[in-house]
């Protein structure tokens, strides 16, 4: 066996790249204000300093992919963290607003490289199913718990170093994943017939964009007004436009096929799903406790973190349950208890006390990490060799946007509501039924697997 399938080396370097992209969309969100004074940035400028990373990010994720695919997924996935490394000390380093609004669109572009290498290196380093499990569980464990460390870093980061610490961190955690990656992953397969279909590639990167961009900004200017209803009728045309394309290459980027599998495009889904009730419970109730509660960021961040330490438990334990029960148990089970969870919060009142919303946080961060592993598991175990990247971009696409719209009808919610305490119960329990949505939908497209034995 090769020392990539007996060691964690391959682990730990995937799962360092995914840290740094997932952490660089919540870690920016308490530096903006200190950003924005310290450069002189206008509020356009602040926004695009968050959104511009989210919105390329999202938008070229199945780019990354197919580049993976066609020219090997271990050299894109170092490509991608060279460029996230480099433009994370541009930022760090930047003299102006403009620069650092252009030094994240890089780091975004270098992110959307990164992710779907990672799970489709995973599946390569690891092809015994009991240590796939095992690593998928802990990749998707990042996701949980950089988004809700975030605040807590940046707020501590922007307390004592300075905010350009925020991007400094990145650089050794890069130059160490990157090393790894070189010394302990093998090289990936290269599919030369795999072509670039760049008129695909265009019109998904529109429709992610302009999706993106329509729900952020419904967050501001509300559901109704018109340059949001012109977004999301152009991602509509443009998503129409790539499954046109897709229809009649000869060399799709995606085949829609794959689509038609029901774990593949159920999988997707689901992603979409729990994305959207995880990071809208994350952004609801940070607001709250900044702005009703008047924690500071430090502050916030230790009141969210209930919701991360249950990420890694619930990980490790989904993915050594997995070579028993099989993955459709932890699914089903992991989103009916994020549902109650969310449910809990919804019903514990207009003002409850903090203490009330404790059980809830971890219920949800518990049951989204513990559905998490056998989601991506169900994806992955769908796709084709030759469509990994491919595979890996859509799951990764679908949950960006499902995190996009928890976050856009969450601050539409807390704008429009009546008061406070009712927009954060209607967007908690609106997180419930996405979630109960979730379960049903992983009952008829999460496969159930036979009992396996590890011998990794």
């Not at 509300?222 to 209803?229: C, K």
């Not at 029901?262 to 889904?269: D, E, H, K, T």
């Not at 989204?368 to 989601?375: C, H, M, V």
Request: aromatic letters at 8%; proline letters at 5%; a positive charge.
């Amino acid at each position: 066996m090769p020392p990539e399938q007996r060691t964690w080396a391959p682990l730990l370097a995937v799962c360092a790249g995914y840290f740094m992209v997932i952490l660089d969309v919540t870690v920016i969100n308490v530096a903006v204000p200190v950003v924005g004074r310290e450069l002189s940035a206008s509020l356009t400028g602040i926004q695009w300093i968050t959104d511009g990373y989210t919105l390329v990010f999202a938008g070229f994720l199945l780019t990354g992919g197919a580049l993976g695919d066609r020219l090997g997924n271990r050299r894109v996935f170092c490509w991608g963290v060279a460029v996230f490394t480099a433009s994370s000390a541009a930022c760090a380093l930047a003299p102006g607003a403009a620069f650092l609004v252009a030094a994240r669109l890089v780091e975004g572009l270098g992110a959307a490289l990164i992710v779907p290498g990672s799970l489709a290196l995973l599946q390569q380093a690891y092809p015994e199913p009991g240590a796939r499990s095992r690593a998928f569980g802990l990749w998707g464990s990042m996701a949980g718990i950089a988004a809700s460390a975030g605040p807590l870093l940046g707020g501590l980061l922007v307390s004592t170093a300075g905010w350009r610490w925020v991007f400094l961190i990145n650089l050794p955690v890069g130059a160490a994943c990157l090393v790894l990656t070189l010394r302990n992953v093998a090289r990936s397969p290269r599919r030369a017939d795999r072509a670039l279909d760049w008129p695909a590639q265009a019109a998904v990167v529109a429709a992610v964009a302009l999706l993106t961009g329509a729900l952020n900004e419904a967050g501001r200017r509300g559901w109704s007004d018109p340059a949001v209803l012109a977004g999301l009728g152009l991602a509509v045309l443009s998503a129409a436009a790539f499954a046109l394309r897709e229809r009649l290459a000869r060399s799709p980027a995606l085949p829609l096929s794959m689509l038609h599998s029901r774990a593949m495009s159920g999988g997707a889904v689901i992603g979409l799903l729990f994305n959207f009730g995880f990071y809208g419970m994350v952004f609801t109730a940070s607001l709250e406790f900044q702005h009703q509660r008047g924690y500071s960021a430090l502050g916030t961040g230790l009141a969210l973190f209930p919701a991360v330490a249950m990420t890694m438990f619930a990980s490790v334990l989904s993915a050594r349950l997995s070579r028993r029960t099989g993955d459709r148990p932890l699914v089903v089970s992991g989103m009916l208890l994020a549902a109650l969870g969310l449910a809990g919060w919804a019903a514990a009142g207009a003002d409850p006390a903090y203490g009330l919303l404790v059980l809830p946080m971890m219920a949800a961060g518990f049951g989204t990490s513990f559905a998490l592993t056998g989601s991506t598991a169900t994806v992955m175990g769908a796709a084709p060799p030759a469509y990994s990247g491919a595979a890996s971009a859509l799951f990764n696409t679908t949950r960006q946007v499902g995190s996009a719209t928890g976050v856009a009808l969450g601050g539409s919610l807390l704008a429009s509501a009546a008061n406070y305490g009712t927009g954060i119960r209607t967007s908690m329990g609106i997180g419930a039924l996405a979630y109960l949505t979730a379960a049903v939908l992983a009952w008829g497209c999460v496969p159930a697997r036979t009992r396996h034995t590890d011998t990794s």
